[in-house]
């Protein structure tokens, strides 16, 4: 019931969003907009776009110990892209679970997936303190804020990180506690059970010495992202760098929360407006790369995710 009404919820935001949007734009504005938009530049845009999926399979190819060859991992990743772009509130990161489910195990993949997120959140977090030390042109009361709110996500982003890298006692210590509570009757045995399964499974399907590699695998993914953001919206519109760091950040680390419709129509739209207001672009070119962006992103992950597809089912690996 919660998940149908997260989805509802999702459809009616994205409705919302899509109402505003067009009523300060038209069509034609985003038709403009896209013919602004070279052939050498949809070249550059997919191929930056293509290797952040390399990267993504890579870093999964390295959290499995180099079980898998990064062929397998790169179908399994483009398939993962595709469900997780085109369901709504992230159901689609359940596909890259069933399916890494099917060639270990459940546990070693809901984890290995638990990491992936996590070191992307750090790293979003981290893109934008530095770029916001550098950025000019935002209204400071917001500059302020968004200062503030970054330096409180290094604080927690350094506080879960000593918890994941100081796992066994963190665990230990919730084992124990959740114990004590089954005690008085406040939890219920499997609970339990599901915390040993879980502490067991990090023990072994992650080593300390690999979050280093996890880390630089996920910096380099959005070093890329970036690059491709920075590739199509300065072709559009007048922008600096460090702006595209603070906007694609603020919209990255919204989508973390799972509030998206369908193929992210509305969300991504809505949220890539905003955040570009937010660092200084007018209303109509901002809306108008927002649909842009969007628009090339469904197309580039509709292609891979079709040759994953391909790759998967019909093609030998």
């Known amino acids: 019931m919660k998940k149908i009404l997260k989805i509802v919820f999702g459809i009616v935001f994205s409705a919302v969003l899509l109402i505003i ?6 069509l034609q504005d985003i038709l403009d907009a896209l013919g602004k938009i070279s052939i050498l530049t949809l070249l550059i845009a997919f191929l930056l776009y293509f290797l952040t999926y390399v ?8 959290m499995f110990k180099d079980q898998f060859s990064l062929s397998k991992m790169f179908s399994i990743t483009c398939i993962h892209n595709f469900f997780n772009q085109l369901l709504p509130v992230r159901l689609g990161e359940l596909s890259y679970i069933y399916f890494m489910g099917k060639e270990k195990n459940t546990g070693q993949a809901t984890i290995t997936l638990f990491l992936a997120r996590f070191y992307d959140g750090i790293t979003m977090v981290l893109f934008l303190v530095v770029s916001l030390i550098f950025v000019t042109g935002i209204d400071q009361l917001i500059f302020r804020y968004m200062m503030i709110a970054g330096v409180l996500l290094v604080v927690i982003s350094i506080s879960l990180i ?3 890298i100081k796992r066994r006692a963190v665990l230990y210590l919730a084992n124990r506690f959740l114990l004590h509570l089954k005690k008085i009757g406040l939890v ?8 040993k399964k879980f502490r067991k499974e990090m023990t072994l399907s992650i080593p300390r010495s690999m979050h280093l590699k996890i880390f630089l695998h996920s910096f380099l993914i959005w070093l890329i992202s970036f690059a491709f953001f920075y590739t199509v919206i300065s072709s559009l519109t007048t922008i600096s760098i460090w702006k595209i760091l603070v906007a694609g950040s603020l919209v990255n680390i919204s989508f973390l929360i799972p509030i998206q419709a369908f193929a992210n129509i509305g969300t991504a739209e809505g949220i890539w407006a ?6 200084g672009i007018g209303k109509v070119p901002a809306i ?25 089912f019909f093609w030998k690996q």
Do not use: D, M, N
């Open 188 to 195: 219920k045995l499997r609970w339990i059970e599901q915390l």
């Open 162 to 164: 000593i918890i994941i």
């Open 55 to 62: 990267f993504r399979a890579w870093r999964f190819k390295v």
């Open 21 to 26: 949007l067009f009523r300060i734009i038209s």
């Open 288 to 312: 108008s790369a927002g649909f842009v962006l969007h628009l090339l992103q469904i197309v580039f992950f509709t292609w891979l995710g079709l040759y994953g597809f391909a790759k998967r």
């Open 274 to 279: 905003i955040a570009l207001i937010i660092v």
